[in-house]
């Protein structure tokens, strides 16, 4: 069964970084692509940023020059680096895995980050 693991949330003053790891497990396959996202109260989920295994990244324009997402040396493993945080970045983010084109996202828990002003 596959299983995503989140963690680095946390309480982060405005300005400050945090870093967010994924973890994989549960699977042999290869990941396609892995993905952040994030739901503040009230608001609907979006896509924060996305990597293939190749390496190709994604990102949504509110994170664009602040957030880093990159694989990390273990495989099916990523890492998203905050900088720069707002309290607008406040919400839970979540991991997603895709094995393969048109399959459906695997999710994480969800790890809350909190920005402090």
């Known amino acids: 069964q596959v299983q995503l693991v989140e963690s680095g949330g946390g309480l982060v003053q405005a300005g400050g970084s945090q870093r967010l790891s994924c973890e994989v497990s549960?699977?042999?396959?290869?990941?396609?692509?892995m993905a952040w996202y994030r739901q503040a109260p009230g608001n609907q989920r979006e896509l924060v940023a996305s990597?293939?295994?190749?390496?190709?990244?994604n990102y949504a324009d509110f994170v664009k020059g602040r957030f880093t997402i990159s694989r990390a040396n273990a495989e099916n493993t990523v890492i998203l680096q905050m900088n720069s945080v707002d309290v607008k970045d406040t919400a839970t983010y979540y991991c997603?895995?895709?094995?393969?084109?048109?399959?459906?996202?695997?999710w994480g828990q969800g790890t809350q980050v909190t920005v402090s002003s």
């Open positions: 549960g699977t042999g396959l290869r990941f396609r692509t």
């Open positions: 997603t895995v895709q094995f393969r084109t048109g399959a459906s996202l695997h």
């Open positions: 990597i293939t295994h190749s390496g190709s990244t």
